[in-house]
């Protein structure tokens, strides 16, 4: 290379390697668009190498350990990750621009317990086993056995992106895969990091691999469509879920996808008020509005609903945008320009189809070091009509649009009127009303009086076009294992 900038390199049997064309892209940061580093540019032949460590490691070593050894492992992958917490925090903040307390908080302990829990489940799976009678009275013992699948692709997203990443490759080397991950190329530094741990606390080469690089005719695709991937596990949008099920199909790979969503937050006029509108403020604009079970669709009810508009309004317009560390901040850019012109067109759009703009709606005014940034305003709208495109469409930032409700049957049917089904969050003090709206809406995880707070061991995904399989617990089992049935004739 010519310059002097930071590289960041695949991960590939156990080595830091450039991409094998020599070719890298720009990794820019959000926070002003400096030129952070290079990152390997993974093509057909770095894949390709990825692939073939997996398949080979899936044999070695690492296929010839005992569970009790791999849960070792395990646990040690995670102490590794608490040992070098202030990097991962660092190499995240650096890659998003989030504020350091959620990165720090929410998204790298998760990527530990991410290790452990999955560790820990392994250690205590149950086997099925039937007894039979035969014809001949002599009877048969079935059972079944789990292996792994074999070598499982990940691909992932860059709004959570060690926190999602890991929630994948945990359960997947739990279980005895190996892995090929294609890190987003907007979130490379915390993948390759993982891969200095791995080597540290003696992870056999090819159990953990990591290529960098784009999606479409890149390496993604290659990845999806590589004969030697047995399973791809992909958290993203659901237009590349699409795209990522037709090269599956190809070789009949299995695959457990967690889509894109258009979440609905419901708001009762007998919820605690503080704690609805704190509980909304967050699911709404916690990571600048970039989590997939975030809120977009705020329904409040009619006797509440001025005096809600006005509080979140309030909350909206008390930002404090800045830098990971600086004191007091609490709101970062969005991940890229790219996504901020495609957020500020539909900040366009519902103004072009009749909104209201309660609050925001363009760029902050950010002082000069800040300028060039992917910075936006949390937005409010109100009075369009559910066929808008904010209302439909999923715009993965900053806003959300409000409308009141009259009835409990109403409301069930508006938050049901949409393609995605990922998450939904209930804000009320009747314990029976909880329990009825729990059961109607349409989404893979219902919150009551809360948002984004989960047990690891429940099911996660998506209803409708928000995911296909639940991962979480021992339903990752499901994808990440080969049930194999024994029968013995006795
Ligand atoms: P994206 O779909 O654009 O990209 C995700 C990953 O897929 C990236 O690594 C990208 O390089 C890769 N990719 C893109 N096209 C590909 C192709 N044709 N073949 C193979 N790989 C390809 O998503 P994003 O913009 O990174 O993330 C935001 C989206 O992720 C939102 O829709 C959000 O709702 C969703 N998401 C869902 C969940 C969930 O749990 N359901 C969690 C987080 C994010």
Request: some cysteine; hydrophobic content about 40%; charged content about 20%.
């Amino acid at each position: 290379m010519s310059d002097c900038l930071p590289l960041t390199s695949h991960f590939i049997d156990g080595q830091f390697l450039p991409a094998h064309s020599g070719r890298t892209f720009d990794k820019r940061s959000p926070l002003d668009n400096h030129l952070m580093g290079r990152v390997a540019e993974g093509g057909r032949e770095d894949v390709d190498a990825a692939v073939n460590a997996a398949r080979r490691a899936l044999h070695g070593p690492w296929g010839r350990m005992t569970v009790d050894q791999r849960v070792a492992m395990l646990h040690a992958v995670a102490d590794g990750i608490t040992k070098r917490f202030d990097e991962f925090v660092a190499a995240e903040e650096a890659d998003t621009g989030q504020p350091r307390h959620v990165i720090s908080h929410a998204f790298v302990p998760r990527g530990a317990a991410n290790f452990k829990i999955f560790a820990d489940l392994i250690k205590n799976v149950p086997a099925e086993s039937f007894q039979m009678d035969t014809p001949d009275g002599a009877g048969a013992l079935n059972y079944a056995i789990r292996k792994p699948k074999g070598v499982i692709g990940v691909i992932s997203p860059w709004n959570a992106p060690f926190l999602l990443m890991t929630w994948k490759v945990g359960p997947a080397m739990a279980c005895g895969n190996t892995v090929v991950v294609k890190p987003s190329e907007e979130t490379p530094a915390t993948a390759t990091l993982l891969g200095e741990v791995m080597n540290a606390v003696g992870v056999p080469p090819g159990v953990y691999n990591v290529v960098h690089g784009h999606g479409p005719d890149a390496a993604g695709e290659f990845l999806t469509r590589h004969d030697g991937v047995d399973g791809i596990t992909f958290t993203g949008e659901t237009r590349t879920g699409t795209a990522i099920m037709k090269a599956a199909a190809e070789g009949i790979r299995d695959v457990s996808f967690e889509l894109g969503g258009k979440n609905a937050g419901i708001v009762f006029a007998d919820c605690r008020f503080d704690d609805a509108v704190e509980g909304i403020f967050r699911s709404a604009f916690m990571n600048t509005g970039q989590v997939c079970l975030g809120t977009e669709r705020v329904y409040v009810e009619r006797p509440i609903f001025d005096r809600f508009v006005a509080a979140l309004k309030a909350r909206c317009e008390a930002v404090r945008y800045g830098r990971p560390g600086d004191a007091g901040a609490n709101y970062g850019p969005l991940i890229s320009h790219e996504h901020q012109a495609k957020v500020l067109s539909y900040y366009a759009k519902a103004v072009a189809e009749g909104a209201t703009v309660v609050t925001g709606g363009g760029v902050p005014a950010m002082p000069r070091d800040l300028a060039e940034g992917a910075w936006v305003q949390p937005t409010i709208w109100t009075g369009l009509p559910e066929t808008a495109a904010v209302v439909r469409e999923e715009i993965f930032g900053p806003c959300c649009h409000i409308r009141p409700f009259d009835s409990e049957e109403v409301v069930v049917a508006l938050a049901n009127a949409n393609r995605y089904g990922l998450s939904t969050t209930i804000w009320t003090e009747n314990l029976r009303r909880a329990h009825r709206m729990a059961a109607a809406v349409e989404v893979g995880i219902t919150w009551v009086n809360s948002w984004f707070l989960r047990d690891l061991r429940t099911p996660f995904g998506g209803s409708k076009q928000s995911g296909i399989g639940r991962e979480g617990g021992a339903h990752s089992l499901e994808f990440y294992t080969e049930l194999r049935n024994v029968c013995i004739k006795l």
